[in-house]
């Protein structure tokens, strides 16, 4: 089956916060969005298919997740991520930035402290502190573009009390796939000092050949027994408006935390279209649409790198996994004001600063390339416009 990830489909005027909040963000309605990290490609029309079935019938009441719903789950971790998941492992979150929240309240207390590593999803920084959390930033360490734990600083952060670290993988924004090596390493420091690992694996899918995801938690049942694995369908089928995720606790006496948690806040319910959208999605079909968007995003990167391969003040190394491309302007020696400046009201692009994702960010922007390929054609065009800034 082929399918059409060129199309292009206009999303203003559809309350999108990607275009229809561009005045908000940017200060300018016209700028071309590729910031906010959802996908200018329609869902999957099978999945449009199994919710518009379900509205097909006059009743939309109240909903449960079902067997179905479980083993669609387990089906797709056992073929996409070789995990075998158990069907009672799996509970609810709206989404991952609220489960981060529930686990927060689950497993810590106010004034316990909790790691993070930037430069990382922004979220990260605000659910720890709204909760009345002590942030300790662990930075990863950055070379010629590349990435790396600190794991000195994370052994010597874990000695002093902190009880839970925050795990981004794939790591967003940089698109850094961990290996199996890295994470064993990772997990023997919170073993050792008994961290609570969350860990964010909403990217997960979307992984460019010739690279392997691992989740942490499935690499060993000691890990398997202190880690709370997030994720959705969101990302990977374009459905973060259903506002419906899930995550995967092996350890019982830590997941009936989380449920307890869950039912606290009264955010257990969920979407039933969200439910009939992930049993669509975790599929044959799913896989073989999936399989075909990372072709089409593969050649979205090679469109974009060979056309910016030749400003010699932008460098951007390939991802190994998500849609967003970490792009590094250090060379023009602008501020980031300067440069947020040039690129939204000069050029006008609308990328994500770096410095969202913490200090650690200066001088870099986040790229989504999930969009057509003319898309990426008319940023290039755009580039040109301050050509002399980037030679």
Same mark, same amino acid.
């Given at each position: 089956?082929?399918?059409?990830?060129?199309?292009? &489909?206009?999303? *203003?005027?559809?309350?999108?916060?990607?275009?229809?909040?561009?005045?908000?963000?940017?200060?300018?309605?016209?700028?071309?969005?590729?910031?906010?990290?959802?996908?200018?490609?329609?869902?999957?029309?099978? #999945? #449009?298919?199994?919710?518009?079935?379900?509205?097909?019938?006059?009743?939309?009441?109240?909903?449960?997740?079902?067997?179905?719903?479980?083993?669609?789950?387990?089906?797709?971790?056992?073929?996409?991520?070789?995990?075998?998941?158990?069907?009672?492992?799996?509970?609810?979150?709206?989404?991952?930035?609220?489960?981060?929240? =529930?686990? &927060?309240?689950?497993?810590?207390?106010? /004034?316990?402290?909790?790691? &993070?590593?930037?430069?990382?999803?922004?979220?990260?920084?605000?659910?720890?502190?709204?909760?009345?959390?002590?942030?300790?930033?662990?930075?990863?360490?950055?070379?010629?573009?590349?990435?790396?734990?600190?794991?000195?600083?994370?052994?010597?952060?874990?000695?002093?009390?902190?009880?839970?670290? #925050?795990?981004?993988?794939? @790591?967003?924004?940089?698109?850094?796939?961990?290996?199996? *090596?890295?994470?064993?390493?990772?997990?023997?420091?919170?073993?050792? @000092?008994?961290?609570?690992?969350?860990?964010? *694996? #909403? =990217?997960?899918?979307?992984?460019?050949?010739?690279?392997?995801?691992?989740?942490?938690?499935?690499?060993?049942?000691?890990?398997? +027994?202190?880690?709370?694995?997030?994720?959705?369908?969101?990302?990977?089928?374009?459905?973060?408006?259903?506002?419906?995720?899930?995550?995967?606790?092996?350890?019982?006496?830590?997941?009936?935390?989380?449920?307890?948690?869950?039912?606290?806040?009264?955010?257990?319910?969920?979407?039933?279209? /969200?439910?009939?959208?992930?049993?669509?999605?975790?599929?044959?079909?799913?896989? *073989?649409?999936?399989?075909?968007?990372?072709? @089409?995003?593969?050649?979205?990167?090679?469109?974009?790198?060979?056309?910016?391969?030749?400003?010699?003040?932008?460098?951007?190394?390939?991802?190994?996994?998500?849609?967003?491309?970490?792009?590094?302007?250090?060379?023009?020696?602008?501020?980031?004001?300067?440069?947020?400046?040039?690129?939204? =009201?000069? +050029?006008?692009?609308?990328?994500?600063?770096?410095?969202?994702?913490?200090?650690? /960010?200066?001088?870099?922007?986040? &790229?989504?390339?999930?969009?057509?390929?003319?898309?990426?054609?008319?940023?290039?065009?755009?580039?040109?416009?301050?050509?002399?800034?980037?030679?």
């Amino acid at each position: 089956m082929t399918f059409d990830f060129n199309r292009f &489909i206009s999303r *203003e005027n559809t309350s999108c916060v990607k275009y229809d909040l561009r005045q908000a963000i940017f200060g300018k309605p016209d700028v071309l969005p590729m910031w906010v990290a959802d996908m200018d490609i329609p869902t999957p029309e099978f #999945i #449009i298919d199994a919710i518009r079935k379900r509205l097909n019938h006059p009743v939309l009441g109240y909903t449960f997740r079902d067997s179905e719903y479980h083993n669609a789950i387990s089906w797709w971790y056992k073929h996409r991520h070789c995990w075998d998941i158990k069907a009672d492992w799996i509970d609810f979150c709206p989404g991952v930035v609220s489960g981060l929240s =529930h686990a &927060i309240r689950a497993f810590t207390m106010p /004034g316990d402290a909790i790691i &993070i590593q930037p430069p990382v999803y922004r979220p990260f920084f605000s659910t720890v502190t709204a909760n009345n959390r002590k942030l300790i930033l662990n930075p990863l360490v950055e070379n010629n573009g590349q990435y790396a734990f600190d794991y000195d600083l994370l052994e010597k952060q874990a000695s002093q009390g902190a009880r839970m670290l #925050i795990l981004s993988n794939p @790591h967003n924004p940089v698109g850094k796939l961990w290996s199996k *090596e890295e994470l064993l390493k990772l997990g023997e420091i919170c073993i050792r @000092h008994n961290l609570i690992i969350v860990s964010d *694996e #909403i =990217h997960s899918d979307l992984v460019f050949e010739g690279n392997t995801h691992f989740s942490i938690a499935s690499l060993s049942e000691k890990l398997a +027994a202190i880690t709370i694995t997030f994720s959705s369908m969101s990302k990977t089928f374009n459905l973060a408006g259903l506002a419906s995720g899930f995550v995967i606790i092996p350890n019982p006496v830590l997941k009936a935390k989380y449920a307890a948690e869950l039912e606290a806040s009264g955010a257990g319910m969920g979407n039933i279209f /969200g439910f009939e959208a992930l049993k669509a999605a975790f599929t044959p079909q799913g896989q *073989e649409w999936l399989n075909a968007l990372m072709q @089409h995003l593969n050649s979205n990167w090679e469109l974009l790198s060979k056309g910016l391969a030749t400003y010699s003040k932008i460098k951007v190394n390939k991802p190994d996994a998500t849609y967003l491309v970490w792009a590094d302007f250090r060379k023009t020696n602008l501020t980031d004001d300067q440069l947020n400046k040039l690129l939204v =009201h000069e +050029a006008g692009l609308g990328f994500s600063p770096g410095t969202e994702y913490g200090h650690q /960010g200066t001088g870099f922007q986040r &790229i989504n390339i999930a969009c057509p390929n003319q898309t990426i054609e008319l940023a290039l065009s755009k580039f040109a416009k301050i050509a002399r800034h980037l030679e």
